[in-house]
């Protein structure tokens, strides 16, 4: 029993990362959950919980995943009156404004009703095989910089650590369907056959190489054309 009362069990974890209005600001204890219940964070599973963002962002681009909510704290910064609240934005809850509680007010949060579904990119099967390919390879590359991370110069590293966030970013843009995802996937794979030729990307295995340039070839001549196509649409400004 003092196990039970002390150690933190899986629910007492989905509950930390739900969704749901009694899951917010709950369980924060990595293992001793006795923690929690002293300081009054405490909280069991007592519904299905739903995981995600109380406000999803429905997209798979990863800066906007990933620094959304400071551009949040910035635009409430600025739209915040007074010099004191304006400080009290930075550090008090996302849900906080003048007269309001410190972490806001609970019933604010958007309700569930636990038949919410993981956002899921519009693409065509296609492209997400592709999607999917170019993120194998990625992670390849990924696994192999790490582990030779003290053999490479500064300058290699820094590339490959760039190619990495680039291919990334390109992911989220065709996921996205962005207006200039080709675009930004023929530089990439521009880049890439660039990396290779001057020695600072290589395939994990080197008897792939020739594979690799023509594969990727063959994506800049597909991304490429769609480029074109989608410039010679637009209407000239």
């Not at 995600?52 to 959304?68: A, D, M, R, S």
């Not at 930075?90 to 579904?117: H, Q």
């Not at 590293?157 to 970013?169: G, K, N, P, Q, S």
Request: aromatic share 16%.
């Amino acid at each position: 029993e003092i196990r039970k009362l002390s150690f933190k069990k899986l629910d007492h974890h989905r509950v930390h990362h739900g969704r749901n209005r009694y899951c917010i600001d709950k369980n924060y204890a990595g293992t001793l959950i006795i923690w929690d219940r002293i300081f009054g964070t405490f909280e069991a599973e007592n519904e299905k919980v739903v995981y995600g963002l109380t406000h999803p962002i429905n997209t798979f681009e990863p800066f906007k995943v990933q620094f959304h909510h400071l551009v949040n704290i910035w635009t409430t910064f600025w739209a915040t009156p007074g010099f004191f609240n304006k400080f009290f934005v930075m550090f008090k809850g996302p849900g906080w404004s003048p007269g309001k509680p410190r972490l806001g007010l609970s019933e604010e949060i958007p309700e569930v009703k636990g038949n919410e579904v993981p956002f899921s990119s519009s693409a065509s099967q296609l492209l997400r095989i592709y999607a999917v390919v170019q993120f194998a390879l990625m992670l390849t590359f990924y696994e192999e910089t790490f582990a030779d991370k003290a053999a490479l110069s500064q300058v290699t590293l820094l590339l490959r650590v760039c190619f990495i966030i680039l291919t990334l970013t390109s992911i989220g843009f065709l996921l996205d369907q962005k207006p200039k995802a080709a675009v930004l996937e023929t530089f990439r794979c521009l880049l890439f056959l660039m990396l290779c030729r001057f020695g600072h990307l290589k395939p994990f295995i080197p008897s792939l190489s020739f594979t690799f340039e023509i594969f990727f070839s063959i994506c800049i001549a597909f991304w490429g054309v769609k480029s074109m196509k989608q410039l010679v649409s637009e209407p000239w400004k």
